[in-house]
């Protein structure tokens, strides 16, 4: 932009623009935020939100346009020539231009502008919802169920297939596994904003029935394009399928736990599923002590209680 430029004197589009804050909202509700917080500390729900752009959209809001005169550069000298009969609109300052409803009061901490991490997941998520490499899965699924969380996460969980549920929603651990789930990650004072949430397969099973080796090995390269742009520190295998599937072996599960195993330089953690706890409450306890581990080499503080989670 020349010295001669200022900002107001830019096309100001506001249709347009709401256009493509709506699409990085739909982005964020993936990554499985809810709402944004603005600088008076309100919390403004995303799907409200949504609704509001689209009716801008619709609208077709005024455009605060620069005049038609076309600037040329001849010997180092700026002529402009203007359009015979053709009046240069008023310019309008962005603060001027009336809308609906709705404040974009968002500070920089909250923008919604699209990270490169989430981006990248983004472009992966678009390739699993196309994908129909399992004949069987493709056709009986409701959604793809790619993963959910922060994509700078330090953590990710990392489950086996998805259930009903979240074949329903298209996000993983939201059953009764989930709750479980999210219990522990609140137990480590955590959120689900603050980790990364994915599974060995991106589609359900019917029947719920274990994923076989040529569908977990479909869903390979997706779950190593994910780890790779997450780059997490540490991943915590839930259950034997999750744990065989992603370190390669067969040991039992049982005596995988309460150690960190090597891969690709993640320290990887393995422990029971929570749906199997949900069958077994008397294996909670061995779970909060894997994850008591976890937490003393995260360097998060070990709460002197856990309720809800043994």
């Not at 923008?111 to 399992?134: F, G, R």
């Not at 039992?252 to 993640?266: C, L, T, V």
């Not at 422990?271 to 998060?300: C, E, N, S």
């Amino acid at each position: 932009m020349s010295a001669e430029q200022s900002p107001t004197s830019l096309p100001f589009d506001a249709a347009r623009i709401a256009k493509a804050v709506r699409q990085r909202l739909q982005s964020l509700q993936r990554s499985g935020i809810t709402s944004i917080r603005s600088p008076n500390a309100s919390q403004t729900d995303l799907s409200s939100l949504q609704n509001q752009l689209a009716n801008m959209e619709q609208n077709r809001l005024p455009t605060a346009s620069r005049s038609k005169n076309e600037v040329l550069c001849e010997d180092e000298r700026v002529k402009a020539e203007d359009h015979v009969g053709e009046v240069a609109p008023k310019q309008i300052p962005p603060a001027s231009v009336p809308t609906p409803s709705l404040t974009l009061n968002i500070s920089r901490e909250t923008a919604v502008m699209p990270s490169k991490k989430q981006s990248e997941l983004d472009i992966v998520c678009q390739e699993v919802a196309n994908c129909t490499a399992c004949t069987e899965l493709a056709s009986t699924r409701a959604h793809t169920v790619f993963g959910v969380g922060n994509p700078n996460a330090r953590l990710v969980f990392y489950g086996e297939a998805p259930g009903a549920e979240e074949d329903k929603q298209g996000e993983p651990f939201v059953g009764r596994a989930g709750k479980l789930l999210n219990k522990i990650i609140e137990a480590m004072g955590l959120t689900r904003d603050e980790i990364y949430i994915l599974n060995t397969i991106k589609c359900r099973p019917p029947g719920n029935r274990n994923p076989t080796p040529d569908e977990q090995q479909n869903c390979a390269d997706f779950l190593k394009r994910q780890l790779e742009i997450i780059q997490p520190e540490y991943i915590v295998c839930l259950g034997a399928i999750a744990s065989h599937s992603f370190l390669e072996c067969k040991t039992p599960i049982g005596k995988m736990r309460g150690q960190f195993f090597d891969k690709n330089g993640i320290k990887v953690l393995c422990t029971f599923h929570p749906a199997y706890l949900l069958r077994d409450p008397r294996r909670k306890r061995d779970v909060w002590d894997d994850i008591q581990f976890l937490m003393k080499d995260m360097g998060l503080t070990v709460p002197k209680n856990s309720e809800g989670v043994t």
